[in-house]
């Protein structure tokens, strides 16, 4: 054959395949239309009916027509079939109509002519979950995969003409893939994230394509490319799919192309192959990619398209078969405790993907939505999405092949195994359907069993397991449990801890930067990655209830919302919102900064950077549950210090008097595509006004790849600072928009902690604070205790997931302030918690306010959590009276030599009452005070 024949002769293939793939499909009523297309598109209109006492099958509903219609793709939620809910849930979004059995979907297709002879199969992309199949009354069999297509051969139950197509689909829980008994309620709940009602919800029906779809008899199943950087190759193995019995002379062709060239340029290569009489088998060929081959990674993620044809005569006709796929050339590895890709050390800035998909409660199945919520993710400086028990369809895959994300998909499961029960045989069957289906995708980088696993031989099986994986499929990295348990066989570890906490929670959260975690890394043999970190809430922020308009409702929101209304605090939610997603924001850094200051470690894996809407309601994102901005901080902020490049100062403190020098290192972690060549550091001090300190430079140098490198190190004297005074730290690369900075606060060495004369201090509000106070003086409570009925524990760290599902823990959602009341004229704050409030928020109690009156606020106010919404302060003034009052429930009074911060804001609060803007607002009966500050048991507030 001619190059030119050739060539005019695949282009007519490529039509074919691309009017097959991008949809170009027959209606299924219209034979003319069908007699000239691969491909009868199912989409649309389906008889329906429910079957919530399961009697379709004894009943022999496949005979007969049902009643009601619906629309596929879709779920019986968005058709609003199934029960129609009223109640309030407040540990997760509602669904508006709940369904749990079979669903049977139904509908008339015809086979045309020249379909005959030829082997047809129906495509469920996606379905949840068991499906049963019935051409006419004959069954087609059952398939019960949560991770990938549905795929019934048909073949001898069409033949041309009219047939009634029927699907059973039952959203059953057919194996324990992660049942729960959850400890606040003692009910028991599915959590993995594959069927759980907590995220996507466990809908019944049928998304993505579904499809009719004819091949001929000798067709190619499947592709697999394995990629050899080394030596520019792409070993392609065909599977070969053959019903007629006989051996076959063929001529295998495959064509590459990659898919940002806009010619559509092909490369192709022959070989002549054997094809074996056997219904399966396979034929192998290596493609030469050539010098010119360009690697996938996330710097320059280049995807390649690859086309394989068979060509075989068959009784003097030829039979053409052709399948296409996706693949990358890229090979992800690991040196020491690190991961590499393509032989580069990378690390992974990785965030959890819980298939939250609260419009529909299912998952996308478009490319242009992953890509939408994917480029978010990586404008906030993410490469690498960990599926959270459960695998995403290809959709997923395609989009992040385009934009070099790397993924962690695992079995759908987060329960026992090892114990010899059904699930343990549907990981292995699963697990192999996935990397049959998706291994090609360069973004599919490395696969777990699935979250926490449990059982006494979960260690054994997930050794096992690991093993079989790595011996089957070499294209990427294995680990067992995520979290736990950790496997002998796997290629390395997603850890929480490792003779420590490998996260800030539990572990080494402070104002210091000098933290690591390289004594945990030093324990470990393989790549370690941080399990779930930065699990920190932020208050709801109840305007996103209203975009709730797909089969889940808000109503966890609402419930909260209407308890802080019934508190009188409404008006302050936006506030609360706010201010908790700035104590959210600083977490985020201080947790991410620690991981890349480590040596060694592999990346992190955070929970997460969007809102999770279950287990309790976990707002724990710096964006919603759409993907969404809070407003806490945009992406070129976030990215200062979750980025490819990112710079770090190592420090012991944060607060500092005047008589003191900051000294502090600055490192860099740098995971480019290449070493920064011959790049000059920089760095500045200024104040919060905006004045410059002092600035420096060091010495111009060439940044490797990794981290851990010392640029040098920052000394000045502080007594060039204005105390008090909080002061901007930044360090940079000039020319290269690469930032990062940190905030310190500088206070005066001595300042005047003598209280006026006309101020009484006072711990009790006893007989002479009293008299004072109805005399019409001034009083500063500083009560030594509260009543425990007045009063909870307080902490810098904030609420951890939620107190619902994690409930002892003496934790708020930091504070609210006006900073510019006069009161804090010498101590100057922000609105929000800020690393400064760190020892007086560990060194207090809360006093509960709900008694006085709804629209009195505390002056420094304590966010509580949405279940309780308790009026909380540390801070208020008030009217008592003929005279005036400020209690405070910080420990203001004691070690005041070794705690500046205290010292200074108790001479703020002097300043303050002494002087003529001292008019409280509010006035106070002094029997709620007195009722605060109550004889009790509870321990002096000092610790």
């Known amino acids: 054959m001619s190059g030119k024949k050739a060539y005019v002769k695949f282009a007519v293939l490529l039509i074919a395949i691309l009017t097959v793939s991008l949809g170009t499909q027959a209606n299924a009523d219209n034979p003319a239309s069908a007699s000239v297309s691969k491909v009868i598109d199912l989409a649309g209109s389906w008889q329906f009916k429910l079957d919530p006492e399961n009697q379709g099958v004894d009943r022999k509903w496949f005979e007969s027509k049902l009643p009601d219609l619906i629309k596929l793709p879709g779920s019986t939620d968005q058709a609003g079939y199934g029960t129609k809910t009223t109640e309030k849930e407040t540990t997760r979004l509602s669904r508006v109509y709940r369904y749990v059995g079979p669903a049977w979907y139904q509908r008339d297709v015809t ?160 070989t002549k192959v054997n094809i074996s009489e056997d219904p399966e088998s396979t034929v192998e060929m290596n493609f030469n990619m050539g010098p010119d081959v360009k690697l996938w990674d996330e710097f320059s993620p280049t995807v390649y398209e690859l086309v394989g044809m068979i060509e075989v005569s068959n009784n003097g006709h030829l039979l053409t078969a052709y399948k296409k796929t996706q693949f990358g050339m890229r090979r992800i590895g690991t040196k020491g405790t690190q991961f590499t890709i393509n032989d580069r050390p990378t690390f992974l800035r990785g965030n959890l993907d819980c298939c939250i998909f609260p419009l529909t409660g299912y998952p996308a199945m478009e490319a242009d939505a992953w890509l939408q919520m994917f480029e978010t993710a990586k404008s906030y400086g993410i490469n690498h999405i960990r599926f959270h028990s459960w695998c995403p369809p290809e959709a997923a895959f395609i989009a992040a092949n385009k934009l070099g994300l790397m993924f962690q998909v695992e079995t759908p499961i987060w329960t026992e195994v090892g114990s010899g029960k059904p699930i343990d045989k549907f990981v292995y069957a699963e697990a192999d359907r996935i990397l049959e289906t998706y291994g090609n995708h360069p973004s599919f980088c490395m696969m777990g069993v699935g979250n926490e696993l449990k059982g006494d031989k979960s260690t054994e099986f997930v050794a096992q397991i690991n093993k079989y994986w790595k011996e089957k499929d070499p294209r990427h990295l294995y680990t067992g449990g995520s979290g736990w348990p950790e496997s002998p066989t796997g290629d390395y570890h997603v850890l929480p801890r490792k003779g420590g906490p490998i996260r800030l929670h539990g572990g080494p959260l402070g104002p210091a930067t000098n933290v690591d975690y390289r004594k945990q890394i030093s324990l470990c043999e393989k790549p370690v990655v941080a399990h779930e970190i930065s699990q920190w809430c932020v208050y709801p922020n109840f305007k996103q209830i209203e975009k709730y308009t797909g089969v889940l409702q808000a109503r966890n929101l609402e419930a909260f919302r209407d308890s802080l209304a019934k508190n009188h605090m409404l008006d302050q939610a936006e506030y609360f919102s706010r201010a908790s997603g700035m104590l959210n924001g600083l977490l985020f850094k201080a947790g991410i900064e620690t991981m890349l200051r480590t040596p060694g470690l592999a990346g992190f894996q955070l929970l997460s950077l969007h809102d999770f809407p279950g287990q309790g309601t976990a707002l724990v994102g710096t964006l919603d549950a759409f993907w969404d901005s809070k407003g806490i901080m945009q992406p070129y902020q976030f990215r200062s210090f979750c980025g490819r490049t990112v710079l770090l100062l190592r420090m012991s403190k944060r607060v500092f008097t005047q008589a003191e020098a900051f000294t502090a290192d600055v490192e860099i972690a740098h995971f480019g595509s290449a070493p920064i060549e011959k790049t000059l550091p920089l760095w500045f001090v200024r104040s919060a006004s905006g004045q410059d300190i002092v600035s420096g430079q060091f010495d111009e140098t060439t940044i490797p790849v990794g981290n851990a490198t010392r640029l040098g190190r920052i000394t000045f004297e502080l007594s060039q600072a204005v105390a008090p005074e909080k002061l901007f730290i930044s360090v940079s690369l000039r020319n290269l928009n690469i930032e990062n ?108 306010l709900d008694d006085f009156d709804p629209d009195f606020r505390p002056l420094v106010q304590v966010i509580d959590d949405w279940y309780t919404n308790h009026r909380l302060g540390i801070l208020f003034e008030a009217n008592v009276g003929e005279g005036k009052i400020v209690v405070s429930s910080l420990d203001l009074l004691n070690d005041l030599d070794h705690r500046p911060v205290a010292r200074q804001l108790l001479s703020s609060l002097f300043r303050y009452m002494s002087g003529e803007k001292f008019v409280p607002t509010h006035t106070v009966d002094m029997k709620l005070i007195e009722n605060l500050c109550s004889a009790s048991t509870t321990p002096p507030m000092e610790k």
């Open 111 to 270: 086979i045309p002519d020249k379909w005959g002879g030829k082997r047809i199969t129906l495509l469920l992309e996606r379905c949840h979950w068991e499906t049963r199949v019935w051409v006419d009354n004959k069954s087609a069999g059952m398939q019960d995969s949560l991770c990938v297509p549905h795929i019934y051969d048909l073949t001898d139950l069409m033949a041309p003409g009219k047939h009634r197509l029927t699907i059973r689909v039952d959203n059953n829980i057919k194996y324990n893939v992660g049942l729960f008994t959850v400890k606040p309620t003692g009910t028991a709940q599915y959590w993995a994230h594959s069927v759980t009602d907590e995220t996507q919800t466990n809908w019944n029906g049928i998304i993505g394509r579904i499809a009719l779809e004819v091949t001929e008899p000798v067709w190619i199943k499947s592709i697999q490319v394995y990629p050899d950087i080394k030596n520019k190759i792409a070993k392609t193995v065909l599977g070969i799919g053959n019903t007629t019995g006989r051996k076959f002379d063929a001529t295998l062709t495959l064509r590459v192309r990659r898919l940002d060239d806009r010619l559509v340029r092909y490369k192709s290569q022959h």
């Open 741 to 848: 900075h940190w905030n310190i606060w500088v206070y005066p060495d001595s300042p005047d902690v003598a209280p006026p004369d006309d101020i009484m201090i006072s711990r009790k509000l006893d007989a002479d604070a009293k008299s004072i106070l109805e005399k019409g003086g001034k009083v500063l409570l500083l009560p030594q205790r509260l009543s425990p009925k007045f009063s909870q524990p307080s902490s810098f760290e904030p609420i951890f997931w939620n107190k619902w599902l994690f409930k002892n823990q003496d934790r708020h959602l930091g504070i609210f302030c006006d900073p510019r009341h006069p009161i804090f004229i010498s101590f100057p704050t922000e609105y929000h918690t800020n690393w400064q409030w760190w020892d007086l928020l560990n060194k207090s109690t809360v006093m509960v």
